[in-house]
Structures are given as structure tokens and as C-alpha cells.
């Protein structure tokens, strides 16, 4: 019986009910179509997001058609990672926990029907498959899942969670991918409310550790980059009161910031609690001819400088001013690869706070910048008082920009582009790293010829 007719039976929905879309064997044309039927629904729908107990049933159903799997377990994860009944003063985790174990048995199920974990799958179909992102997907759902249940007291619930992360990690070392790649560990977890647990008698590094970029280039600075050493971070403190001078102008005028959200976003699912707790502003846009949108009129010499950075001219790269208001969290989430991210404090408040990787707890400060590599896990907080802004932007990877960076004078910024830096000398490595960019350009290529998702103007606020 096809996805939609089931659900549909199931539960007698109606022709008015969100239903799934009709799916095949094709786990990746799955992925998309659900996707786009649960984004549509989402933002466009006039009956409201109903789509949660057709969802569930269908996750259930994927553990005999395990290709339906990866698209049903990201479905979970964009629009149900959090307790819609959770408020401040509740007593239990802001994640739903039983969606979201929900969603890392269907990883799991994606991972065994890619056979993503047997130690003789080839290098090409490890990577059409999918298999590294389904791994990260995996651990940060498992790790998640660990904290809150241990939050909430559930430490038999917790333990075993973090042990099944254990034995997935302890036989992803033993597939050709990573045994190749050299030494690839890591610590199940080091989160506040758990003890670490270490796997094996040699040190290896956490899922926070691993990141794509690392996969790309042969050296890292880890989660955190030294911002002193980047021409475009000290660009960014030098022109602190013109970025500044130009969001207040657009606080002053009540309402205005949210209408220019309105109009800039684009649709992402649900990616923070509560839903209306976060706001961007788009100003620049590298994936199109012109960078500068529309919103610009609001921010005309902001973007003005910005759209002259060499570093932003990038299908990577983009500007927005972000706005985070208090009880938000962001949920755990992993950035595109080839590309840093850097932060300037515009207004900061009290408890908010980044965590990136290994790095937890990074506070933004007024008029300073740091940058960060994304292609980490990591999300935000803010457990304090007041709205914090920042002007939020997404530049290249030096390694994708070698020349301006090697023509500079300073050692220092020569070196985030030297051959160390961006070549690997193994020749399995660099294999490695040649079938990924392969992979990348082909799905940014495809990306780049689908029609931008947008939203409607009174659509559920998300962004």
C-alpha cells in the first residue's frame, strides 16, 4: 500500500489532512519529497501544521521500507526536536524526547539499509550514500537525547543511549571511510550534567570534535578559529558603529525589524523553541548575481561595506542581523561546509551563549568578533534577560580563497592558506577530499537550480 493511502487508513484522515506524499524505493528522492510536502505544509498550509501522529505512523511503517527512513527521521528532527507543551518553569527537557528517538532508531535504520557501518563498503558509496551525514545526524540526536534524559532523571534511559552511541562509533572506526582517514575518535560526552564516557584506552575525541571541514582541509583550528589572524574580522570591529547605528535605526521603528524578517526569510523548519524566540534579518545573499537584497534600503552603508568584502563573495556566503530573545534555544544543528562563520556583538544580554563543538558557552561581546566553523554541531541559548542582536555572517574558507590570502603581508593570515593548510599530503586523504568537493558541487549545483522555498507573510515564525 503506498505512504499515503496508509497513513490515511490508519488513521481515517480526511482529504482536508496533511498526508504524506506517494514514496518509493529511493531514499534521497524520498527525502526530498517529503521534505517539500512537510516545508509547504508547514508554511503555506491554511488548516495549521497537523501533520504529527500521520508523521509518527509513517516512521513506524519505515522500519519495513527502510529507504521511506532518512526522509521520515529528518521530518522528525526539523519539526518536532522540541515539547510543544515545554514552557520556562517546566520541570522537563525542552526536547521531546520520545519524537526524537523516534528519529535516531529511523537513522539508524538509514544507516544499516546504506550499510554505512560494514567494514568493506567502498569509499564512493559511502559518501552517495550519504553515510557521514547520517552518522552526525545520529550522534547529535544520541547525545541530546542522553543529556535530557539525564536532566529529567532517567539515568538507565540515559546510559543506554550513550552506550548505543559507543557501539555505532566503535564499529564506524572499522568502516574503510574512517579507518583510512587515520585517527578518528572521539568522547561520547561531556556535557554539564554527565560524566565524560571514553571509549577505549587512547584518547579520542567527541562528535562535537568532528566537523566536515576537517575532511576538507588537512588543518583546523578546531571548533573556534583565532579571529586576530582574518582581514574580515577586524574589518568587522573597525566598522562596529555602522553596523550598530544602522540596526538601531531599524529598533526605532516599531515593528519594522519583523516586518524585514518577514521578507527575507526563507523557509527552514522549525528550528527554534519557542517558536517566535529568533529573528534574521537577510542583508546579503552570495548565491545570487547581486548579493544585496532588498532589505538593504533599511541598511544601506552596512551593506555596503559588507558587499565589498572579497570574503563574502561566495555561493557561501551571506550577512544578516540576528536577533535572539530570552528562553531560546536553538536546537543542535550542522552548517554547510566550505565556508566559516563569524559573529559581531551589536547588543548583547546576559546568559546567552554559543555552544560550538568541544567549545561550550562562547558569550558574544559588544563590538567584538570571533569566528567559528560551523560544519561543527552547535547551538544557542539564552537563559538571561533582554534581546541580543549580532550581525551574523557566513564567509569562505581561505582554502577556497588562497590567493587573497597568500598575498598578504602578515605570516600569520598567509598561513590559513599555505599548502599545509589546504593540501593533503596523503594520497587516501586527498582521494578523500577530491570525491567530496565532487559531491558538494553536484548537490550545490542542483540546489542552485531549484526554486527558493519562501513563506508567506502571516506564515508560523521560524527563522
Known sequence: MAAAAAVAAAFGLGAAAWAPPELSEDEFANQEVLQKSLFDEYYHSERGFAVGEALRQLGHQAFSHPSWAFGVANGLYHFFFYREDWHPAAPH?????????????LFKASLQHSSC????????????????????????????????????????????????????????????????????????????????????????????????????????????????????????????????????????????????????????GLAVWPPDARGHVQLLDGREENPMLATCAFAPRSCELLAARPELRCGRGAAFLARLEPNAWLKPHLGNSRRLAAHL?????????????????????????????????????????????????????????RELYQSHELPAVRSLASD????????????????????????????????????????????
Open 345 to 401: 556583538g551589536l547588543i548583547t544580554a546576559e546568559g546567552t551563549e554559543l555552544n560550538v563543538g568541544p567549545a561550550r558557552r562562547l558569550r558574544w561581546q559588544v563590538g567584538r568578533a570571533f569566528v567559528w566553523d560551523d560544519t561543527h554541531v552547535h547551538d544557542a541559548r539564552h537563559n538571561g534577560e533582554g534581546t541580543r542582536y549580532i550581525l551574523q555572517s557566513f564567509f569562505c574558507h581561505p582554502c577556497e580563497q
Open 117 to 268: 557501518l560494514d567494514p568493506g563498503l567502498d569509499l564512493q558509496s559511502f559518501l552517495m550514500g550519504l553515510c557521514q551525514q547520517k552518522l552526525a545526524m545520529l550522534f547529535l540526536l544520541q547525545l541530546e537525547l542522553g543529556a535530557a534524559m539525564s536532566c529529567e532523571h532517567r539515568l538507565a534511559e540515559s546510559a543506554a543511549v550513550l552506550r548505543a552511541a559507543a557501539d555505532i562509533f566503535e564499529k564506524m572506526q572499522k568502516v574503510q571511510y574512517h579507518a583510512l582517514l587515520g585517527d578518528i575518535g572521539m568522547k561520547v560526552c561531556s556535557f554539564q550534567h554527565i560524566p565524560s564516557l571514553w571509549l577505549g584506552s587512547a584518547f579520542r575525541k567527541s562528535p562535537a570534535d568532528l566537523a566536515l571541514n576537517d575532511e576538507l582541509y588537512p588543518r583546523s583550528f578546531g571548533a573556534v578559529w583565532p579571529a586576530e589572524r582574518f582581514p574580515y574580522a577586524q574589518f568587522l570591529e573597525a566598522n562596529f558603529e555602522t553596523f550598530l547605528g544602522e540596526l538601531q535605526a531599524i529598533l526605532a521603528e516599531e515593528g519594522l525589524f519583523e516586518q524585514l524578517r518577514r521578507l527575507a526569510r526563507n523557509a527552514e
Open 93 to 105: 527537557s525542552m526536547l521531546s524526547i520520545e519524537d526524537m528517538s523516534l528519529a535516531a532508531e
Open 420 to 463: 599545509a593548510a589546504c593540501e593533503f599530503a596523503h594520497p587516501v586523504r586527498a582521494e578523500v577530499a577530491r570525491a567530496l568537493r565532487q559531491e558538494m558541487d553536484a548537490r550545490e549545483e542542483a540546489y542552485r537550480s531549484m526554486p527558493r522555498m519562501t513563506v508567506r507573510a502571516d506564515a508560523p515564525v521560524s527563522v
